[in-house]
Nanobody
């Protein structure tokens, strides 16, 4: 089994910053992509940013220049630095990872439990 545990969410004022972390643990042989998605009530989960094992990144257009995704491969941890936060960034942020478990030959997607980010004055 694989677990993803997020941390770092909370309440922040508009223009402020937060840093989210997500650590993967369990029976991990290899991790390819890791990333972040977010969801608001009544809406579909949307891409925020992803990063490959080699360090290539992808961002949703509305996050470019404000958010930075990074990864510590040795710690199986992905980070999301969020700057210049806006009220519309308020959402539950979910970590995602594509993991090959020990004894397996394929990558599977896993989700964290989500962490609430609220941007409000």
């Amino acid at each position: 089994q694989v677990q993803l545990v997020e941390s770092g969410g909370g309440l922040v004022q508009p223009g402020g910053s937060l840093r989210l972390s997500c650590a993967a643990s369990g029976s991990i042989f290899s991790i390819s992509d890791m990333g972040w998605y977010r969801q608001t009530p009544g809406q579909q989960r949307e891409l925020v940013a992803t990063i490959t094992n080699g360090g290539s990144t992808k961002y949703a257009d509305s996050m470019k220049g404000r958010f930075t995704v990074s990864k510590d491969n040795a710690k199986n941890t992905v980070y999301l630095q969020m700057n210049s936060l806006k009220p519309e960034d308020t959402a539950v942020y979910y970590c995602n990872a594509r993991v090959m478990e020990r004894g397996s030959r394929e990558f599977k997607g896993y989700w964290g439990q989500g962490t609430q980010v609220t941007v409000s004055s």
